[in-house]
């Protein structure tokens, strides 16, 4: 099999710095950490996983707080609460309970 091999670029320290603070600025306008840092791969043609690794071991990758954390959780909880009543009522299969076959 002669799969074709990756030829991988080279990235000096500055333009490593420009992705991190590219990648940064597109997360605290919102993108998630993945699609930052997918668009800032794409630009600098290198893989997603180096610029994913630059952007984490800067340690400036924008963390949510504390209070969107027990938002998130608080949300997740609820589904699965709405979830598990669902499936109790509904039974194994998708039929009521109780139901004839």
Not at 7 to 29: M, Q, S
Not at 93 to 98: E, N, Q, S, T, V
């Amino acid at each position: 099999m002669n799969a074709e091999r990756r030829r991988y670029r080279i990235v000096d320290e500055d333009t490593k710095a420009d992705a991190i603070a590219t990648a940064v600025r597109c997360i605290e306008a919102g993108e998630s950490f993945t699609a930052a840092c997918a668009s800032v791969a794409k630009a600098l043609d290198v893989s997603e996983t180096a610029v994913r690794g630059w952007v984490n071991a800067s340690g400036l990758r924008p963390q949510p707080s504390l209070e969107v954390v027990r938002r998130l959780e608080l949300e997740l909880a609820a589904a699965t609460e709405l979830t598990r009543r669902r499936d109790a009522r509904l039974g194994v299969g998708g039929r009521h309970a109780g139901s004839a076959k």
